[in-house]
């Protein structure tokens, strides 16, 4: 509580020494950006939107070493994304997600319109090219209907714009541990058209034993405008990886050699090999000023094996998703007060799962043979109504089915697991009201239901067999939040209180070294998130800015019983009970520029009895680099540098885990350098 206290005393005497400073300074104008989202109904600043959403930028994005979401994700607050490797992450928003084993659920992705979640939830954001993208959005909460009723709510990246003219790229990175990233681009374009090639190449070998890292990805973004109304978008991309697996430690390992890998997967020398791809064709077509369309076609497909410990056995996977997303939208009334959207989003999934003995290091005998075919789909409707200038009303529904053919490809008689299974449709509605008190500043309150399906491995008992009595999660949502300029163009501030209950929560629980998934009961999110965006100062030479965001979480189980354990009344597992991220950046007309970034995490519990828990940490990242256009050629050179206070943290965790190995080491202090290379034809 010291610590935190402290922290935050410390935060705000510089923010107010600092506005002081400013307002003394140079008259030179300077205005913040407008920050718009195009995810809404229609393109719309931030304060008419009734809900909490962030946008991060193109310079916000490449702040760091633009090789990881992490530090990007983190600084928006109620978002906490860990990182075991650079092939395990784990996404969370609100609390929600923090249970996942290995990777990212609960949570809808889409770039542009193409949908990056499995029918089931599950996200895999590690195949997005940082070069790609323009602006990431990310709603807290569920709050959007047209992207999904995800109950933590929903991350919309957006690709880069076209330039309209020809270009020639190349990048290369350096780093701490064997890290090195190169990036080969070539765009051809003119007013209508433009097609742009990315390649990417990353190694790593790794802070710890059995951690090397290498990953390809080739790139294609299309675009071509069509009879002046019509648009048409491609986004095609490849990716092959090969990343060993060193898994997690307990905790004497943990604090005493935190490079080793844990004894069982380092031994048996585990490793995840993945070829993946994803292609996505949408058309959009402005009818008139008032009505558009958007139709998405997408298919996506992956190929993987793991290798593990002998206990484990291997396993190998293969999955194709195809499908379709709709939508239309219209303006309606004399004065366009009314804009409604009708969609619709539907896809069907094969997934095939097969687990072999470890025959040293090769497939031996089958163990298990499943072949699962999932079918998705979902309607969604919102519209926002004008009544006023000063009131925003905003209704919204999103209805989903889901359903699967499970088809048991070993076994056979009694055992065969092989059958139709499915979930009751889920109907997820939103209603929200927003007070403009000005143009640049509004309340909002809110309400919401949200919803995540188990996935796939939590559906099924150790040797095989369906648990049919899984149930999805679901939740309420209940807010209410100012944001909007305090000082126009200067000082920009959000403040959002909230209140979730969900229920039938999913409990991963490890039984001889496998993960299941049972419901264990409910649990009450309240929270408190504060957001503030600072001019502090602008010259003819430099302009410096800050930007702080902090997140209480005060997440607790209500009524949550785990066979005879009852630990109703603990805190929630795994999740921080604060986060805090500061950054003070600096650009100077020359082509100078430097950012300093504090973190601050709050301790989390690892286990649902409360007797385990982390510390608090706080990380300082920093980088400095010169950016100058020269003619036609536009260069730049960095140099930064993570966790320059050296800090032992653990940048993951696995709660509850049975092996008592719940940590993943993070990265001690670490450097990276690079330079970035572009001519324009």
């Known amino acids: 509580m010291f610590y935190r206290s402290a922290l935050l005393t410390f935060m705000s005497l510089g923010f107010f020494a600092?506005?002081?400073?400013?307002?003394?300074?140079?008259?030179?104008?300077?205005?913040?950006?407008?920050?718009?989202?195009?995810?809404?109904?229609?393109?719309?600043?931030?304060?008419?939107?009734?809900?909490?959403?962030?946008?991060?930028?193109?310079?916000?994005?490449?702040?760091?070493?633009?090789?990881?979401?992490?530090?990007?994700?983190?600084?928006?607050?109620?978002?906490?994304?860990?990182?075991?490797?650079?092939?395990?992450?784990?996404?969370?928003?609100?609390g929600i997600g923090a249970r996942s084993p290995f990777g990212t659920d609960k949570i809808k992705a889409y770039l542009d319109e193409i949908p990056l979640s499995t029918g089931e939830g599950e996200t895999t954001i590690e195949d997005i090219d940082f070069a790609t993208l323009e602006q990431i959005e990310v709603f807290r909460g569920p709050i959007s209907t047209i992207y999904g009723a995800g109950l933590g709510g929903a991350i919309r990246f957006q690709t880069l714009k076209p330039e309209g003219f020809p270009k020639a790229s190349v990048e290369a990175m350096f780093g701490s541990f064997g890290l090195r990233q190169y990036r080969v681009s070539g765009q051809v374009a003119d007013d209508k058209r433009s097609l742009n090639l990315l390649y990417q190449d990353v190694h790593s070998d790794g802070y710890r034993d059995?951690?090397?890292?290498?990953?390809?990805?080739?790139?294609?973004?299309?675009?071509?405008?069509?009879?002046?109304?019509?648009?048409?978008?491609?986004?095609?991309?490849?990716?092959?990886?090969?990343?060993?697996?060193?898994?997690?430690?307990?905790?004497?390992?943990?604090?005493?050699?935190?490079?080793?890998?844990?004894?069982?997967?380092?031994?048996?020398?585990?490793?995840?090999?993945?070829?993946?791809?994803?292609?996505?064709?949408?058309?959009?077509?402005?009818?008139?000023?008032?009505t558009e369309s958007h139709v998405t076609l997408f298919v996506n497909g992956s190929k993987a094996s793991e290798v593990r410990p002998s206990f484990l056995g291997n396993l190998t996977s293969d999955q194709l998703n195809t499908g379709i997303r709709a939508k239309v939208r219209r303006s309606f009334l004399a004065d366009e007060q009314l804009h409604v959207v009708l969609g619709v989003e539907g896809f069907l999934e094969s997934y095939r799962y097969r687990e072999f003995v470890n025959d040293a290091g090769q497939n031996g005998d089958k163990t298990l043979d499943l072949d699962q075919q999932r079918n998705y789909g979902n309607v969604f409707v919102a519209t926002e109504y004008y009544p006023s200038?000063?009131?925003?009303?905003?209704?919204?529904?999103?209805?989903?089915?889901?359903?699967?053919?499970?088809?048991?490809?070993?076994?056979?008689?009694?055992?065969?697991?092989?059958?139709?299974?499915?979930?009751?449709?889920?109907?997820?509605p939103k209603v929200s009201i927003v007070n403009k008190l000005s143009d640049d500043f509004s309340a909002y309150a809110l309400m919401s239901h949200g919803f995540s399906l188990p996935s796939f491995e939590q559906t099924l008992y150790p040797g095989g067999q369906v648990n049919k009595d899984l149930k999805p999660e679901s939740g309420w949502n209940y807010e209410f939040g100012l944001k909007g300029d305090v000082i126009k163009g200067k000082l920009y501030a959000e403040i959002v209180g909230y209140a979730m209950y969900t229920e039938d929560l999913i409990?991963?629980?490890?039984?001889?070294?496998?993960?299941?998934?049972?419901?264990?009961?409910?649990?009450?999110?309240?929270?408190?998130?504060?957001?503030?965006?600072?001019?502090?100062?602008?010259?003819?030479?430099?302009?410096?800015?800050?930007?702080l965001s902090y997140a209480l979480m005060d997440y607790h189980f209500a009524d949550f019983v785990d066979g005879e354990e009852d630990y109703s009344g603990n805190r929630m597992t795994g999740v921080p009970n604060y986060t805090l991220d500061y950054t003070l950046r600096a650009q100077m007309t020359k082509g100078f520029f430097g950012h300093v970034n504090l973190q601050a995490v709050g301790s989390r519990t690892i286990l649902d009895n409360a007797s385990l828990q982390t510390e608090a940490y706080c990380l300082l990242n920093a980088k400095v680099g010169y950016q100058r256009a020269f003619g036609q050629l536009d260069l730049s050179v960095y140099l930064g540098g993570n966790n320059l206070s050296?800090?032992?943290?653990?940048?993951?965790?696995?709660?509850?885990?049975?092996?008592?190995?719940?940590?993943?080491?993070g990265l001690p202090i670490n450097y990276y350098s690079g330079v970035k290379a572009a001519y324009r034809f």
Do not use: C
Request: net charge negative; charged share 20%.
């Open 18 to 94: 600092m506005s002081s400073w400013a307002q003394g300074g140079d008259s030179t104008e300077f205005v913040l950006e407008e920050v718009t989202i195009v995810s809404g109904l229609f393109e719309e600043k931030i304060v008419d939107f009734g809900g909490a959403v962030s946008a991060l930028d193109f310079q916000q994005i490449n702040a760091g070493d633009e090789l990881t979401l992490q530090p990007v994700l983190n600084a928006i607050p109620g978002v906490y994304m860990q990182s075991g490797t650079l092939s395990t992450n784990r996404i969370t928003i609100r």
């Open 210 to 290: 059995n951690n090397t890292y290498d990953r390809q990805s080739i790139t294609l973004l299309g675009q071509s405008v069509w009879q002046e109304h019509s648009e048409f978008t491609l986004y095609a991309n490849y990716t092959f990886l090969e990343s060993f697996i060193p898994s997690s430690l307990g905790v004497d390992d943990y604090e005493d050699n935190p490079e080793q890998a844990a004894s069982s997967w380092g031994d048996a020398e585990g490793k995840e090999d993945s070829e993946r791809f994803r292609v996505g064709l949408t058309l959009k077509t402005n009818y008139s000023s008032r």
């Open 389 to 428: 200038d000063q009131w925003i009303l905003t209704l919204g529904a999103n209805m989903n089915w889901s359903q699967y053919d499970l088809h048991d490809q070993f076994n056979t008689g009694t055992a065969d697991q092989s059958g139709g299974y499915g979930f009751e449709p889920v109907f997820s």
């Open 507 to 547: 409990v991963n629980r490890e039984k001889n070294q496998v993960t299941i998934g049972v419901n264990a009961g409910s649990a009450r999110h309240y929270g408190l998130e504060i957001l503030i965006d600072h001019e502090i100062w602008q010259s003819p030479m430099v302009r410096v800015d800050q930007r």
């Open 646 to 665: 050296d800090t032992r943290y653990a940048s993951m965790l696995l709660i509850n885990a049975s092996s008592q190995r719940y940590y993943y080491p």
